[in-house]
């Protein structure tokens, strides 16, 4: 890990579902699911089917330290709810250890929370294990627009804005709502530690002519953006209103913004290494400093 303290590894990149006919894929075949490492602090975002990945390797690392460490804690964000950013939390290694403490961070989108849809899902007929017997302890937290996530030796407090403290804390969630993704949008994320990296998460996003303003000043500077990039400009007039963005769009909002790297994801299952290799290199034209996401990609900061 870098002097700074900032490790993030990928674990999934697809949007919809994962692809069915690419077993030879570099780019990988998970659904969305990004992995920070913080001193101590495992912090995940979203659950994918790329979580299954992320938690036999935490899991690896909690067994190694068995004796030192009592409680094996995970911190897991949602940025919404629907099924390709869940579709990975029933088989969430973590779930079956007696010693592991889930705490879950989501927002209520339309009117379901996260404990009534988990609880939906890992329950008969469509789950074969039941909610109230997974061994594992869950801490639900409802998060709200504006709300902002300290994170320091002892824990986490989650405050509103006029509450905010700007000392004593290692890492700084901000949450911020997606107005355009449909039925009930959802939130971007923003990740900041004391020692000064941002990093901020927006996807299943749907960019606006000019940029959406409030993403590029949520954005500002940022060290890393991590922006949906499902369609090619060609594709996207058939698919307006879906809710997800061209390459040309995160491109936008990462020179607007003044970002320092851009990562492309949420990729179109059916989308070839050969196209999305195609669309980085576009994409390169437009905004220099741009990946497309791949599954276990380790940026460090």
């Known amino acids: 890990m870098s002097e700074r303290g900032l490790r993030i590894k990928i674990y999934g990149v697809r949007g919809s579902y994962s692809p069915t006919k690419m077993s030879n894929t570099k780019i990988g075949v998970n659904t ?114 504006l709300n902002t996530i300290y994170f320091n030796n002892e824990g986490y407090e989650i405050n509103s804005l006029p509450e905010l403290q700007e000392s004593g804390w290692k890492i700084k969630i901000s949450c911020m709502r997606n107005l355009t993704h449909p039925k009930g949008g959802g939130f971007f994320y923003k990740m900041e530690t004391d020692s000064g990296i941002s990093v901020v998460l927006a996807t299943d996003t749907e960019g606006f002519i000019g940029g959406d303003q409030r993403l590029i000043n949520f954005a500002k500077d940022a060290d890393l953006l991590v922006h949906d990039a499902h369609y090619t400009p060609e594709e996207y007039p058939d698919f307006q209103g879906f809710g997800h963005s061209t390459y040309e769009m995160a491109c936008e909002i990462a020179n607007k913004a003044g970002v320092k790297k851009l990562l492309l994801t949420h990729h179109d299952p059916d989308r070839t290494d050969a196209a999305l290799f195609n669309i980085e290199q576009k994409a390169r034209e437009l905004f220099p400093f741009t990946k497309i996401a791949t599954e276990d990609m380790i940026l460090e900061f």
């Open 32 to 145: 969305t699911c990004v992995y920070a490492e913080i001193g101590n602090f495992n912090l995940i975002f979203d659950a994918g089917s790329g979580v299954i990945n992320c938690g036999k390797e935490i899991m690896q690392r909690y067994s190694a330290q068995q004796n030192s460490v009592a409680n094996w804690k995970t911190h897991l964000f949602f940025t919404h709810l629907h099924i390709d950013h869940l579709n990975g939390f029933p088989y969430f290694p973590m779930l079956y250890s007696p010693q592991s403490e889930i705490h879950c961070f989501s927002p209520k989108i339309l009117d379901h929370s996260l404990p009534d849809v988990v609880q939906q899902m890992i329950n008969p007929p469509y789950f074969p294990v039941c909610y109230h017997e997974l061994p594992c302890k869950f801490v639900f937290n409802q998060i709200k627009e």
